[in-house]
């Protein structure tokens, strides 16, 4: 547990045992932090974003950025970090790929459906040896692994084919993962989704995929159980969230202030400083309308 302080925030994600995971670095370390039930407030300061660091995709062991250097804020990693890591997602449409990629590339990757909300289905390829942890990170609300391929290669020309098809995105923005919150989720309405869009794309493609089994992740999200997610309140115009820390959707953080869950999309901010307290801040809440019916 890190002590209250400033910190630079450089990470998050979800351990390998589906924790939820911040990342602090302090000086020359890296400290993974994961909530807990207990009192919180994050605090970013925006002024200037700094490099995360860079990965080393063998080891799996993250470093900091040797350089301290300031970066652009469409960017959270300088070119240098970047170079050493050697990662690049869309490694399909690069001119070159590391040798680093490429050793990854050969490895095994699932292909997989993910679900956010109704008519949403996203296709991915993930690394194998990650299990879920692409798909947790990404918010995925249910999922299928359609396959898994012995190299990326693989597993790509299946994820471009099934993209051109009408009705599954590739990509999903933010702010579109912010709008489904609004709205219940049917974990049965999911489940039929995904087992039809698989029979859709079989059919067009050609393919019968081995695997039929979909999973519901938001007891992974929230263990305690969800809370009224069609009520809650971003807190991203006040750079910061506070109150009782009760689970992640993605990199969404959920805390209940005042009895409201508040939330705040921490991906955003990889790469500012951070003040982290063990306090809880009362948060200014708008009203909102009670029904009596």
Known sequence: MPREGGYLFVHVGFSKEEKPTLFLQNGEEIISFQPDEGPLTLTFDTKERFCSGWYDMKSGISYVCPDHSI???KFDNCPAC????????AFYHATSVSAQQE?????????YLAHFGE???????SHAARNRSRLLEQGARSATILETFPTAHIARQYEAQIAALPGI??????????KTLTE???NSKARNELLATKERIEKTIGKTFSQTEVQAFDSVYFPKGSPKLEDAFNTSDLNMISGKSIGMLGSFLFCLQQDTPVFLSLKKYIGYPVTLSFAETNIALPAQQMSFF
Request: charged fraction near 30%.
């Open 119 to 125: 008519g949403i289905v996203k296709v991915g390829i």
């Open 184 to 186: 219940k989720y049917d």
């Open 103 to 111: 050793e990854r590339n050969l490895e095994p990757h699932l292909l």
């Open 169 to 178: 995105v590739e990509t999903l923005q933010v702010q579109r993962k912010i």
């Open 71 to 73: 970066v652009d804020k």
């Open 82 to 89: 970047q170079q050493r890591t050697g990662f690049n997602p």
